[in-house]
């Protein structure tokens, strides 16, 4: 009996999807005509952006998956120096409507969950997720509950309802899209040129004193989003070098592509990115194998001097004079009297203290906890830790549910990373480093373009290992050329 082998496009025909794809464009068409001649032109670009990725979504829904991996790398969420392409990608985000990334992972998740109950796909499926996910979603019910029990502000509860299933629905999308190595492979490719033009554009704003504005200086990235991809790009690329299963123009061009991402990371001054990359090489040396471990230390020695020839043009920049401005910053996460630290740790008791009121299911979305003493603009409404942010917004059972999982991701990775050989899947959950140190000190929850892409790297990493765990199976030629040879043999016999 032969097996039918179904894809993203087989069966779709005959389907109800059919039905309803027709009345969706219909509707699109309808909107999109009413919007041109009512909307302002950023509202206008977010409805022709949406009606692409609809439309992607039903021809090949891994293309709608690759436009919200470009546009998760290029848009900004922070202030920008004014006149910079940073400045004008950060207008595109308006007050009192959704943000064009936020219509995308809707427009994302909707064609998502149409095609999992429409379309007969084995692969667009929850697999093993279904019991954490109704979970989830019952507890952020209660949540939302509560804050509306409260009385919170509205914005506060929505902002908080986006933050955290943003994460949740890129994760559960990801891993069902990318079912195959080459999906997984070719979005990594278009978020690494599109992140490699945004820091050489950011590294060139940085040198003419028109980079991000923070504190009292400029930095070349200041969104936590941006560091994550910084770290990640920097570790998956430097264990795929140390493998040297790449081509010599791959090589070439991965260097090319890493020195000016050292340069942003190092200028960017952001103790957690820095700390964290160096957390994630020591679990990369840590999950290598034996003859790969000598490799590694090589292109770190290698990255170290880079990184100290690159301090050496610290004058040229206009920053700062000397590297002991980046040493003290590093060595200042032990200072107990350093004015951010000593702001954190004040944030965190007076959070502990609230969240102890109701400590089962949290104060509800939209909270807020009292304020900071000495540090009253310290914003009420998120955490610098983003485990007890999600203590305080959904209590107790959420945060046990989030650190189950996270348990089982590790798990998962550590065990395929010293089982078999796959410099990707390594190097991608190598950057956990990052994750450990910037949930603890930083509001990730806030941020959530570095929480999705957080997310994605989860489900790049245990599609990985899922592929890596079933059996090789022949192409369908080969298939169909074996069960030529056994007909045959049975004529002969």
Not at 145 to 151: E, L, P, R
Not at 176 to 205: C, E, H, P, Q, S
Not at 259 to 267: K, R, V
Not at 344 to 366: A, C, I, S, Y
Request: hydrophobic share 55%; with cysteine.
């Amino acid at each position: 009996m032969r097996e039918t082998i179904v894809t993203s496009r087989q069966g779709f025909g005959a389907t109800p999807v059919n039905a309803v794809l027709p009345v969706m464009w219909i509707l699109a068409g309808i909107a999109a005509g009413w919007g041109i001649l009512n909307f302002t032109p950023v509202k206008v670009l977010a409805v022709a952006l949406g009606s692409v990725c609809i439309a992607l979504a039903a021809w090949k829904i891994e293309a709608a998956l690759y436009v919200v991996g470009f546009f998760l790398v290029v848009l900004q969420e922070g202030d920008t120096t004014h006149g910079t392409v940073f400045s004008f990608l950060e207008s595109l985000n308006r007050p009192n409507i959704p943000s064009l990334l936020e219509v995308l992972f809707a427009v994302l998740a909707v064609a998502f969950l149409v095609r999992h109950f429409t379309v007969p796909d084995k692969r667009y499926s929850f697999q093993d997720m279904k019991l954490p996910l109704a979970l989830f979603f019952g507890l952020l019910f209660i949540a939302l509950i509560n804050g509306t029990i409260d009385g919170t502000d509205f914005i506060a509860r929505k902002e908080d309802f986006k933050k955290f299933i943003f994460p949740v629905l890129m994760f559960v999308c990801a891993v069902n899209i990318l079912d195959t190595r080459g999906k997984i492979i070719r979005l990594l490719k278009i978020m690494f040129w599109v992140m490699l033009a945004k820091t050489y554009l950011a590294d060139f704003y940085y040198l003419r004193g028109m980079g991000f504005p923070y504190e009292n200086s400029n930095v070349v990235f200041m969104e936590s989003g941006d560091q994550t991809l910084l770290v990640t790009i920097l570790v998956a690329g430097i264990a795929l070098l140390a493998e040297r299963k790449l081509w010599w123009k791959s090589y070439l061009f991965m260097l090319w592509g890493l020195a000016p991402m050292l340069f942003a990371l190092i200028f960017s001054y952001r103790r957690n990115a820095m700390w964290g990359t160096l957390f994630s090489f020591c679990l990369l040396w840590f999950l290598s194998q034996r003859d790969t471990k000598v490799r590694l230390l090589k292109n770190f020695l290698a990255a170290s001097l880079s990184a100290l020839l690159i301090l050496s043009v610290a004058p040229a920049t206009g920053s700062i004079s000397t590297a002991d401005f980046l040493i003290n910053r590093l060595t200042s996460v032990v200072d107990r009297d350093q004015s951010s630290n000593v702001a954190h740790m004040n944030e965190w008791k007076v959070t502990l203290e609230d969240t102890m009121q109701r400590p089962l299911f949290g104060l509800g979305l939209g909270s807020m906890h009292s304020p900071v003493p000495d540090f009253e603009v310290i914003n009420q409404q998120t955490v610098h830790n983003a485990l007890l942010m999600l203590w305080m917004k959904m209590g107790a059972f959420a945060l046990l549910l989030f650190l189950w999982c996270l348990y089982r991701y590790c798990r998962l990775g550590v065990t395929e990373a010293l089982r078999r050989r796959d410099p990707l899947l390594t190097g991608l959950f190598a950057t956990v480093g990052l994750w450990m140190i910037a949930m603890n000190v930083g509001p990730s929850w806030f941020y959530y373009r570095e929480t999705c892409l957080m997310a994605f790297v989860m489900a790049a990493v245990s599609r990985l290992a899922i592929l890596g765990r079933q059996p090789q199976t022949a192409s369908p030629e080969k298939c169909r050329k074996g069960t030529q040879y056994d007909a045959a043999q049975r004529k002969v016999r």
